[in-house]
C-alpha cells in the first residue's frame, strides 16, 4: 500500500481555482490580475539581497533539528534581505494542517508576527515580517491514505505493539489537495461568505497598480498573502516568477506497444522490487532502539529511504498511468510565455529569476532519470523556446538569469550548455537541502547528457554539489540555504553565497562555502 497519494493534475488546477474565487465576478470588474502582487514599500533599491530555502518542512527529529539550525542562520541575514524565497515542500511528510505548528511556525518563529508566543498562532492566519514567498512542492500536495491516518493518530503504545518504529511525519490526514497550503500563504477567498464581505475585502487589500490591471498589495506585518498558486512579482528591477510544476510534471503517455511494452513491463517489476526494499527497511526497523543515538541516527536514516521509494514508486506510477486524457497545465505555461515577453518588452526590467519545486536539470542520486524531470524540462523548454520566437530569435544573453528550485534534498549550481532549445546557457540552482533528509550525488558523475537521435551530448553540466556523504559514524549531513545579492547594472550580477550546516558525529559544525557570481 502506498504511505501517501498524489491528486490528479485537474483536481489540483480546479481545487485551487475555487480557493481564490478565479475570476468572480467582481473581480473582473475590478480588472484585478490574480497572478500578481507589489510589495507595499517606497524603498526599491537596484542591490538588495534575498535569502532562499526549500524542502525544510520536517519538525520531528530525534535528539537534533536541522530546520531549526538554518533558520537560526538565516536570521542573521534577515536585515539585509528583503524576502525569502521558499523552493516548496513547506511540511512533511503530507502537507497536513496537523503540522504546521511544529514544521514550520516553531522553526521560523522568528519571522511570524506574534512569534514570541508561536503556540497561538494558527497557521491559516500567519502574517510575515519578513516576507516568505513559497512555491508548491509535491508534498505540500499529498494526501494520506485512510489506514496511515488511523496509524499517525494513534498513541505510541499501540504502535510500538504493532512493531511500528518508523515515525513518518503524518497525522490523522494529509493536505486536502493543497487545501492547507492554500489557507497558510493564498489569500483564501472562499472563506468569505457574501458579495458585500468580497468587494470591501478586494477594495481594501487590492489596491496596487500594474500594466497588467489592479493586483494585490503585499504589506509586512500587516497583510502577507499571495494571490495564487503561481504569481509574479517585482524588485529592483527584476522580475520573479514563482511556479506550480506540480500541474505540467504529467510523464508522456507510454505506447501499448513494441519498445513502450517492454519498457512497461520494467517499470512493473521495479515497483515489486521497490516494495521489496521497502518490507526489508520495516523489518530493519523493528530491531532499532530509537533511545539508542546510533540507531535513533539510523532510524532517520531508514525513514529517509521509505520517503525517497514512495517518490520513486509515485513516479513509475504516474508513468504507468498516464494515457491521452493526462492533462498538462498549458494555461500556466501560456501565462508565463506571455509574462516573459512582457518582461522583455519592459525597458525598466534589468533581469529575470524563476522559481518552481522540480528541477529540469539535477545530478542527485534518482532524479535526473524520473519522468517527472523530463516533463518539467520539456514543458520549460516550449515555453522558453515560444518566447524566443515572439523576441526574434535569443538575446544577447540567456532567457532568464537563474532558475531555482527544490525537490532534489541537495544544494547544486549547474549550467546548461548548447541544449538545442532555449533554455541554453541558464544557471540553475537547486536549494532542497534546508531541512529535510539529504541525499547523494549519482555516481555517474557531474555531466547530465541527453540523446538526439543516435548522438548522445552533454547538456548541462553539475558545478557545486552538496549533500549526503560517507557512511557509518562518518555519515555528513550538510544542510544549506542561500543568500543571493543582486548588484546594481543592467544586466543585472548576481551574486550567490551558500551557507551551509553540518551534522557529523552527532554535533554541529558551520561550513565555509565560497561565493560565487552568475
Not at 521509505?306 to 505555461?333: H, M, N, P, W
Not at 540555504?481 to 543582486?486: K, M, Q
Request: hydrophobic share 35%.
Amino acid at each position: 500500500m502506498e504511505f501517501v497519494s498524489d491528486p490528479p493534475i485537474s483536481v489540483k488546477i480546479e481545487k485551487m481555482k475555487q480557493r481564490v474565487r478565479w475570476q468572480d465576478r467582481l473581480i473582473l470588474e475590478r480588472q484585478i490580475d490574480q497572478t500578481r502582487f507589489v510589495f507595499a514599500s517606497e524603498e526599491d533599491s537596484p542591490e538588495f539581497s534575498f535569502l532562499v530555502v526549500g524542502d525544510s518542512g520536517s519538525g520531528k527529529h530525534r535528539k537534533h533539528n536541522p530546520q531549526r539550525q538554518i533558520a537560526e542562520r538565516m536570521l542573521e541575514h534577515c536585515d539585509r534581505s528583503q524576502f525569502v524565497l521558499h523552493t516548496g515542500d513547506v511540511v512533511y511528510l503530507v502537507g497536513s494542517s496537523e503540522y504546521y505548528p511544529k514544521n514550520f511556525i516553531e522553526p521560523y518563529h522568528e519571522f511570524i508576527v506574534g512569534g514570541e508566543k508561536p503556540k497561538k498562532i494558527a497557521y491559516d492566519k500567519m502574517t510575515f515580517k519578513t516576507p516568505i514567498l513559497p512555491v508548491l512542492g509535491n508534498h505540500d500536495y499529498y494526501d494520506l491514505p485512510l489506514i496511515y491516518g488511523l496509524m499517525g493518530g494513534v498513541t505510541l503504545p499501540i504502535r510500538r505493539t504493532l512493531k511500528l518504529r518508523l515515525d513518518l511525519d503524518v497525522g490523522w490526514h494529509g493536505s486536502y489537495q493543497g487545501k492547507a497550503y492554500a489557507k497558510a500563504f493564498i489569500d483564501y477567498l472562499k472563506a468569505i461568505d457574501s458579495d458585500e464581505e468580497l468587494q470591501h475585502h478586494l477594495d481594501k487589500h487590492y489596491t496596487a497598480t500594474t500594466s497588467t490591471g489592479r493586483c494585490l498589495l503585499y504589506e509586512p506585518g500587516n497583510f502577507t498573502r499571495l494571490p495564487y498558486r503561481y504569481y509574479t512579482f517585482r524588485s529592483g528591477g527584476i522580475d520573479f516568477f514563482a511556479l506550480d510544476s506540480n500541474t505540467f510534471n504529467a510523464p508522456a503517455p507510454l505506447p501499448r506497444t513494441g519498445e513502450g511494452e517492454v519498457y512497461r513491463r520494467t517499470l512493473e517489476a521495479r515497483i515489486y522490487e521497490l516494495e521489496q526494499e521497502k518490507l526489508q527497511i520495516m523489518e530493519e526497523a523493528t530491531k532499532l532502539n530509537s533511545n539508542s543515538p546510533e540507531d535513533a541516527e539510523r532510524l532517520d536514516d531508514l525513514e529517509a529511504k521509505l520517503e525517497q521509494i514512495e517518490e520513486v514508486k509515485l513516479d513509475i506510477d504516474k508513468q504507468l498511468a498516464a494515457d491521452e486524457s493526462t492533462v498538462t497545465d498549458f494555461e500556466q505555461l501560456t501565462w508565463l510565455r506571455q509574462r516573459l515577453i512582457e518582461s522583455w518588452n519592459t525597458p525598466e526590467v534589468r533581469g529575470r529569476v524563476i522559481y518552481l519545486h522540480h528541477p529540469p536539470y539535477v545530478t542527485e542520486a534518482s532524479k535526473w532519470y524520473q519522468a517527472q524531470t523530463l516533463a518539467v524540462r520539456r514543458n520549460l523548454r516550449w515555453v522558453l523556446d515560444e518566447v524566443a520566437k515572439e523576441l526574434g530569435g535569443l538575446p544577447q544573453r540567456s532567457l532568464v538569469d537563474l532558475v531555482l528550485t527544490g525537490h532534489a534534498h541537495c544544494l547544486e549550481h549547474l549550467s546548461t550548455g548548447n541544449t538545442g532549445h532555449a533554455d541554453s546557457y541558464i544557471n540553475w540552482i537547486i536549494c532542497g537541502g534546508s531541512g529535510y533528509s539529504l541525499r547523494r550525488q549519482r555516481k555517474e558523475g557531474t555531466e547530465l547528457k541527453e540523446t538526439f537521435g543516435n548522438i548522445e551530448r552533454e547538456v548541462a553540466r553539475s558545478h557545486l554539489y552538496i549533500g549526503r556523504s560517507g557512511h557509518g559514524l562518518h555519515k555528513r549531513r550538510p544542510y544549506s540555504f542561500l543568500r543571493i545579492d543582486v548588484k546594481a547594472g543592467n544586466p543585472a550580477k548576481f551574486v550567490v553565497q551558500p551557507f551551509v550546516t553540518e551534522r557529523f558525529q552527532r554535533d554541529w559544525f558551520a561550513q565555509e562555502i565560497e561565493p560565487f557570481s552568475i
